[in-house]
């Protein structure tokens, strides 16, 4: 017998991948321990769970993964390969519409200006900030900085300067998070940097104090200056994307929310496990949320598929709710589709966008 552990290393599955697919009745091991709940696998159970990892990389529907392993298990090869065929033509299909609509799309591009906001500039910048400010609105937005490293460009905090006005902004493409602080000192054109995560660092550990600050932008360098210390260094290359086609969202249903209740809630309430859905993703416990007829917002059971419940990441949720740093918030909730939000109640300065999960295909 094989334990789960060695299932995951030997099959190229994670573990977790593994209890999901227990639950979802795929690959479900041999022998289950009563006591503590172990799972052990028999040896020929390896195969399957090989060609499981090879039908997800693939991305073959769980439903007809169910079929082909079937048919692997009582020898049905014609059964097998008629399923493979039947998932290569829908992937040709699917090659081909995709590579219509981004024809359109590039059409479409052609004749717009381009959405996204340069990361880089030539104007020499320098403006006094609140300590204080400055430091929770770094503390806002940090969670949601990309780590991806396809993307260095979300691996930072984007300084947005307009006006009397400094809004940092993070994104890893599935959340968002936005902070404001006053500023004084400048009032010359729009001029945007990105700030690497690790600068990021630097220049909230020198924000200690009540005083004002200096932040300054010369080409690519960034610095921060306060009375006796400083931080500086390059900035990030690359686009970052235009937040503002995300911060006004279509109109949901708002609902405040105690944030410790709520993230008590979160943390020993019921959750749904996502699918993996990419090759390198692994299943995620989702929360799934409803705004009910008297205004709370209530964590809904397994069983309860109501046409308003909108999922998300549990983790995402506990991190923005952490971020926002008030002992109330306010959770605007929209179609299942639509982005949540989760805003402050005293003011528009600081919040955080997450993008739902589909809980079906």
């Known amino acids: 017998m094989r334990s789960i552990g060695e299932m995951a290393r030997d099959s190229g599955l994670s573990v977790s991948a593994l209890r999901f697919y227990d639950n979802a009745g795929v690959l479900v091991p041999a022998w289950v321990d009563p006591v503590s709940g172990y799972r052990w696998y028999e040896p020929d159970q390896l195969e399957e769970a090989r060609l499981l990892a090879c039908l997800r990389r693939a991305g073959m529907p769980l439903a007809d993964i169910r079929l082909v392993l079937a048919g692997w298990s009582n020898a049905d090869p014609d059964l097998v ?31 717009r200006e381009n959405p996204m906001t340069s990361s880089t500039t030539a104007t020499t910048v320098s403006l006094s900030v609140s300590a204080p400010v400055l430091a929770e ?38 959340r968002m998070a936005v902070a404001q602080a006053p500023a004084l000192g400048y009032g010359g054109p729009r001029t945007q940097v990105v700030v690497p995560l690790p600068l990021a660092d ?48 279509p109109a949901g249903r708002r609902a405040r929310v ?28 989702l929360s799934v949320l409803r705004v009910t007829e008297n205004g709370t917002v209530v964590v809904v059971d397994d069983g309860d598929d109501h046409q308003d419940n909108v999922a998300a990441n549990r983790e995402f949720l506990l991190d923005a709710l952490a971020a926002g740093a008030r002992d109330e918030l306010v959770l605007e909730i929209g179609a299942p589709t639509a982005p949540l939000a989760i805003r402050r109640v005293d003011d528009g300065s600081g919040f955080s966008i997450l993008m739902p999960v589909r809980l079906t295909d």
């Open 202 to 249: 630097a220049m909230r550990a020198l924000l200690t104090g009540d005083e004002s600050v200096k932040v300054s932008v010369d080409g690519d360098r960034v610095r921060l200056e306060t009375a006796n210390r400083q931080a500086g260094g390059q900035s990030l290359g690359g686009d970052f994307p235009d937040y503002r086609r995300l911060v006004h969202l």
């Open 137 to 174: 609105a770094l503390d806002t937005v940090r969670f949601a900085a990309g780590t991806d490293p396809e993307l260095p460009m979300l691996e930072g905090i984007l300084f947005d300067i307009e006006g009397e006005h400094l809004r940092l902004v993070t994104t890893d493409r599935y």
């Open 258 to 285: 105690d944030t410790s209740a709520f993230a008590e809630a979160l943390r020993t309430g019921p959750v749904r496990t996502s699918e993996a859905r990419e090759r390198d993703d692994e299943p995620r416990d």
């Open 81 to 111: 390969r008629g399923l493979l065929q039947a998932h290569l033509r829908r992937l040709e299909r699917g090659l081909a519409d995709a590579r219509s609509e981004f024809s359109t799309l590039r059409a479409s591009i052609d004749h």
